[in-house]
């Protein structure tokens, strides 16, 4: 059975950082492209960052630009979501995703219909 399990996960202080962790497991996601997706509370799930199998191509939402780094190692196989400068208007659900395997190379894509297999998210809260 395939699993992407997420955790890192807290409640921090506005200006400190976070590690988020995705962990792979039930297939080999060395061909997936990969991405991070949060959910406000009553807001729409939206992208935070993707990063290609090969990790050579990366995207990231521009409210998260400078902040946020998206890494993963294939051999884990984890994905990985640094997170520093944390701000309130961070909170949310953060998901890992992964495509279907053999997906383009140079792909990283931003939109959440591009992804077949989600966690089950883990909690960031910000405190101001």
């Known amino acids: 059975q395939v699993q992407l399990v997420e955790s890192g996960g807290g409640l921090v202080q506005a200006g400190g950082s976070l590690r988020l962790f995705c962990a792979a497991s039930g297939r080999t996601f060395s061909t997936s492209a990969m991405g991070w997706f949060r959910q406000a509370p009553g807001k729409e799930r939206e992208f935070v960052a993707s990063i290609s199998w090969s990790g050579g191509s990366r995207n990231y939402a521009d409210s998260v630009k400078g902040r946020f780094t998206i890494s993963r190692d294939n051999a884990k196989p984890t994905m990985y979501l640094q997170i520093d400068s944390l701000k309130p208007e961070d909170t949310a659900v953060y998901y890992c995703?992964?495509?279907?395997?053999?997906?383009?190379?140079?792909?990283?894509?931003?939109?959440?219909?591009?992804?077949?297999?989600w966690g089950q998210g883990t909690q960031v809260t910000v405190s101001s």
């Open positions: 995703a992964a495509t279907r395997t053999f997906y383009s190379r140079a792909g990283s894509p931003v939109n959440l219909q591009e992804y077949d297999y």
